[in-house]
């Protein structure tokens, strides 16, 4: 099955920018996505499976959260493991890593009480067989929450011209390649045609007023670059900064569609 996301294949300079950035990115919606979880019912004794967990800061987050239970978390990529192993997991006694594929969990059926992906499902060329195997794994009355972007939420106000045209690339080059930038709108819909009951969607905005303008752009823009031509992709960042920098006090804003199914 294809996926359009492939750490295992980036250069050492572009996987220690990607951590990096993941790092960053996770602290941004940390907290609200924390509180969440315990509105859903989380709880001490739980068993919790992140999929596409890359270095695992969430799920290393939530072990804290249930410490009679265990947090797992799976990944497709060797080397996001070799990072998640070696950072996160000697903190937490109830947290394990595995590599694997959504498509495939090498779980039984009924395993866990909460399933959660976040900005994975951009990513797959398939989700629907994805939400399935996660039905799979979770227990009958258990969450799956699926969290990820849409770019028709992504903005910058005043506009700017060029960070349009590059977004826009980028949509096209995602979906050349099997992934989807518009899936946040999405995901309610795959829950509801997957079977799940008790289907919500929510939507949450990040803003440059949250981190700042710089910090937005790099968690926004640069590290798309690798989706172009390196000499377009900068060019094009070069410009979207020199637009901004004529620009009166700009904010940027990204739409975070989170749904949320029962199993
Ligand atoms: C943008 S990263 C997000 C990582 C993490 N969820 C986070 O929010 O920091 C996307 C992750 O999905 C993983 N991934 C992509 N396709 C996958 C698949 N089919 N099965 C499992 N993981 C997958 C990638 O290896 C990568 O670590």
């Known amino acids: ?9 980036f250069t050492d300079k572009r996987r220690r920018a990607e951590i990096q950035r993941l790092h960053q990115q996770a602290n941004v919606m940390l907290g609200r996505e924390l509180r969440l979880l315990r509105t859903l ?22 072990a804290t959260l249930i410490p009679q239970g265990r947090a797992v978390g799976l990944d497709l990529s060797s080397e996001m493991m070799a990072v998640a192993r070696a950072v996160v997991a000697p903190e937490h006694p109830n947290l ?11 779980f039984p059926d009924d ?10 499902y951009q990513h797959l060329a398939d989700p629907l067989a994805a939400l399935a195997e996660a039905r799979r794994v979770v227990k009958p009355g258990g969450r799956v929450v699926v969290l990820d972007i849409d770019d028709g939420w992504l903005s910058l106000h005043p506009r700017c011209p060029t960070f349009d045209t590059f977004n826009e690339r980028i949509i096209q080059s995602k979906t050349q390649q099997g992934g989807d930038r518009h899936v946040g709108r999405k995901l309610a819909w795959m829950m509801r045609h997957s ?11 990040f803003t440059s007023l949250d981190v700042g303008l710089e910090a937005f752009l790099q968690l926004t823009t640069c590290f798309k670059a690798g989706l172009l031509d390196q000499a377009t992709a900068a060019d094009m960042i070069r410009a979207i900064r020199s637009e901004l920098a004529s620009t009166d006090d700009p904010v940027g804003l990204a739409g975070i569609f989170i749904a949320i199914g029962t199993v």
């Open 1 to 9: 099955m294809t996926h359009s996301y492939d750490f295992d294949h």
């Open 41 to 62: 019912g989380l709880a001490p004794q739980h068993h919790f499976l992140e999929v596409g967990c890359g270095p695992g800061f969430l799920t290393g987050a939530v």
């Open 96 to 106: 394990g890593f595995e590599q694997g594929s959504a498509y495939e969990l090498p």
């Open 111 to 120: 395993s866990f009480d909460f399933l959660y992906s976040r900005l994975v």
């Open 195 to 205: 079977g799940f009951s008790q289907v919500q969607q929510k939507v949450e905005a």
